[in-house]
């Protein structure tokens, strides 16, 4: 009996030897073992700066055939934008002959991509003296938000239209600036766009997409002119789009003026030089006017530069990532 109890002591106490030193001191004395390191924080958190999409122009800017608008899609996603804008007119060929099945189409390869469709530029007329001419656009417009709504789009560009006494290259050689027809003001004009926005207010509001007016040509050449009919108006289904490229002297101020209005942006660049002009845009002085307005939705680039888009696309999104990107 005595020799089993010693036999068991020993067998114990072999045991307890091949156990580290640590387990057996309770670290009661300093410890030597470090802890495995802790895992990294998730990056969790606001976003850092704004997303960044281009228009399906960007890839076309009206010079020759249209490249299919699921093409600009591929393409935007393989460059590493955030979403994709929709040129109404780079679309309306190819939907003519079924335009339900494109679009459901459309859509449904966005989801597939991961690429939302965030916008759609349109385009009217209301600065025209026929009452006639100024319904059929509000019917226009009306068939632009419907499908917007149908793509699942929030936003159109909407223009105020202008009086068409030049045609479009004559009109950037004058700056944008356009005289009345005769007989007829400015004033009056106003009063036209007003009433057919009225109209499409309802419209747009119960189909959910909001209405962004651009600082464009016509009587939205100037951030008064679009101002006087945002305010006017006095809807959240009526906004603004600000394009950086369309206020030819002394943008910075009348940026300011729009920014806080301000429903998504257009941001143009020129690689190549641009087509009617070209502007150098300081474009840490246009973030920080942003910044103060407290602006942190869409940047959508139109590239309207001369250099192929497959290079001046890419190069376009690292200046805006650059700048927009940071916190």
Same mark, same amino acid.
């Given at each position: 009996?005595?020799?089993?109890?010693?036999?068991?002591?020993?067998?114990?106490?072999?045991?307890?030897?091949?156990?580290?030193?640590?387990?057996?001191?309770?670290?009661?004395?300093?410890?030597?073992?470090?802890?495995?390191?802790?895992?990294?924080?998730?990056?969790?958190?606001?976003?850092?700066?704004?997303?960044?999409?281009?228009?399906?122009?960007?890839?076309?800017?009206?010079?020759?055939?249209?490249?299919?608008?699921?093409?600009?899609?591929?393409?935007?996603?393989?460059?590493?934008?955030?979403?994709?804008?929709?040129?109404?007119?780079?679309?309306?060929?190819?939907?003519?002959?079924?335009?339900?099945?494109?679009?459901?189409?459309?859509?449904?390869?966005?989801?597939?991509?991961?690429?939302?469709?965030?916008?759609?530029?349109?385009?009217?007329?209301?600065?025209?003296?026929?009452?006639?001419?100024?319904?059929?656009?509000?019917?226009?417009?009306?068939?632009?938000?419907?499908?917007?709504?149908?793509?699942?789009?929030?936003?159109?560009?909407?223009?105020?239209?202008?009086?068409?006494?030049?045609?479009?290259?004559?009109?950037?050689?004058?700056?944008?600036?356009?005289?009345?027809?005769?007989?007829?003001?400015?004033?009056?004009?106003?009063?036209?766009?007003? *009433?057919?926005?009225? $109209?499409?207010? @309802? !419209?747009?509001?119960?189909?959910?997409?909001?209405?962004? +007016?651009?600082?464009?040509? #016509?009587?939205?050449?100037?951030?008064?002119?679009?101002?006087?009919?945002?305010?006017?108006?006095?809807?959240?289904?009526?906004?603004?789009?600000?394009?950086?490229?369309?206020?030819?002297?002394?943008?910075?101020?009348?940026?300011?003026?729009?920014?806080?209005?301000?429903?998504?942006?257009?941001?143009?660049?020129?690689?190549?030089?641009?087509?009617?002009?070209?502007?150098?845009?300081?474009?840490?002085?246009?973030?920080?006017?942003?910044?103060?307005?407290?602006?942190?939705?869409?940047?959508?680039? *139109?590239?309207?530069? $001369?250099?192929? @888009? !497959?290079?001046?696309?890419?190069?376009?999104?690292?200046? +805006?990532?650059?700048?927009? #990107?940071?916190?």
């Amino acid at each position: 009996m005595q020799n089993a109890n010693l036999t068991r002591r020993a067998v114990l106490a072999s045991s307890l030897a091949s156990l580290p030193a640590i387990m057996l001191s309770g670290c009661n004395q300093p410890c030597t073992e470090t802890a495995a390191p802790a895992a990294p924080a998730p990056n969790v958190g606001p976003r850092k700066g704004n997303p960044i999409g281009v228009s399906t122009y960007s890839f076309w800017g009206f010079n020759g055939e249209p490249p299919p608008v699921v093409h600009c899609l591929e393409r935007a996603a393989a460059m590493g934008f955030d979403g994709l804008e929709l040129l109404e007119k780079q679309m309306l060929k190819e939907m003519a002959s079924n335009e339900a099945g494109f679009l459901r189409k459309l859509k449904r390869q966005a989801l597939t991509l991961g690429m939302p469709l965030y916008a759609m530029s349109t385009h009217q007329d209301f600065v025209d003296p026929s009452a006639k001419e100024r319904d059929d656009n509000v019917k226009i417009t009306t068939t632009s938000l419907e499908r917007a709504y149908q793509l699942g789009i929030p936003v159109i560009r909407v223009n105020t239209g202008r009086w068409n006494r030049v045609d479009f290259d004559t009109l950037m050689k004058q700056r944008g600036v356009e005289a009345p027809l005769d007989g007829h003001t400015d004033e009056e004009g106003f009063g036209w766009v007003i *009433e057919a926005f009225q $109209k499409l207010i @309802p !419209e747009a509001e119960k189909r959910g997409v909001v209405m962004a +007016l651009e600082n464009h040509w #016509g009587l939205g050449l100037t951030p008064q002119g679009v101002l006087r009919i945002v305010k006017a108006i006095n809807s959240p289904w009526l906004g603004v789009t600000l394009d950086t490229g369309n206020f030819l002297e002394d943008p910075y101020d009348r940026l300011a003026m729009l920014a806080p209005h301000t429903t998504y942006m257009q941001a143009k660049t020129y690689p190549g030089g641009g087509k009617w002009y070209t502007l150098d845009l300081d474009y840490p002085r246009i973030v920080a006017i942003m910044r103060k307005a407290n602006y942190t939705g869409w940047v959508s680039l *139109e590239m309207e530069g $001369k250099e192929n @888009p !497959e290079t001046a696309v890419p190069k376009s999104l690292a200046l +805006l990532r650059t700048v927009f #990107g940071a916190a």
